[in-house]
């Protein structure tokens, strides 16, 4: 199995900076791409920012050039860090990881959530 256990959420004012942290124990399954998901209050869960095992990286237009996600390939560590954050970027973020096991297909995983607030 793969364990992600996420850190960095919290309350934040309109225009400040929050990083998320993302630690992937995947012990011997190979990382294909690992992110970031959000989910407002009564909204779907939403792409926020992925990066692949390439570095390839997909953001949301809604937070192009505000967010900014990397990858500690030795930590199996994904980093978001969110800048001039608005209100309506509060939501529960959720790590994303596509891993592949040692045997079978490839596999998708979440982590618990952790909650982004922006006052105004």
């Known amino acids: 199995q793969v364990q992600l256990v996420e850190s960095g959420g919290g309350l934040v004012q309109a225009g400040g900076s929050l990083r998320l942290s993302c630690a992937a124990s995947?012990?011997?399954?190979?990382?294909?791409?690992i992110g970031w998901y959000r989910q407002a209050p009564g909204k779907q869960r939403d792409l926020v920012a992925v990066i692949s095992s390439g570095a390839t990286t997909n953001y949301a237009d809604s937070v192009k050039g505000r967010f900014a996600i990397s990858r500690d390939n030795a930590k199996k560590t994904v980093y978001l860090q969110m800048n001039s954050l608005k209100p309506e970027d509060t939501a529960v973020y959720y790590c994303?990881?596509?891993?592949?096991?040692?045997?079978?297909?490839?596999?998708?995983?979440w982590g618990q959530g952790t909650q982004v607030t922006v006052s105004s």
């Open positions: 995947i012990s011997t399954f190979s990382l294909n791409a």
């Open positions: 994303y990881a596509n891993a592949r096991p040692p045997v079978g297909g490839n596999r998708t995983y």
